[in-house]
């Protein structure tokens, strides 16, 4: 079994920063990328940012010039560094990762709170 464990989530202010990390442990022997997903109340879950074991990176458009993902397909880590936060921004992240065999796997979810 995979567990994946997210850190980081808080309240910021409108314009300020917060960076979330997700440690997966476990029975990994690999994944073919890892990300974050967010899902704010009464809302679908939206994908956030993915990157690859590469290291190729996708970004929702809403995010793109503001948040970065960097991962290390070693140590099976992904950290989200969010600035410039909107109030839209808030929502629960949920770190995500895909194995070769197309199991997914989730985190529990932090919560991000933006402050206007």
């Known amino acids: 079994q995979v567990q994946l464990v997210e850190s980081g989530g808080g309240t910021v202010q409108a314009g300020g920063s917060l960076r979330l990390s997700c440690v997966a442990s476990g029975s990994i022997f690999s994944f073919n990328g890892m990300g974050w997903y967010r899902q704010a109340p009464g809302k679908q879950r939206e994908l956030v940012a993915i990157?690859?074991?590469?290291?190729?990176?996708n970004y929702a458009d809403s995010v793109k010039g503001r948040f970065t993902i960097s991962g290390d397909s070693a140590k099976h880590t992904v950290a989200l560094q969010m600035n410039s936060l909107k109030p839209e921004d808030a929502a629960v992240y949920y770190c995500?990762?895909?194995?070769?065999?197309?199991?997914?796997?989730w985190g529990q979810g932090t919560q991000v709170t933006v402050s206007s």
């Open positions: 995500n990762a895909v194995t070769p065999l197309r199991n997914v796997y």
């Open positions: 990157i690859t074991s590469g290291g190729t990176t």
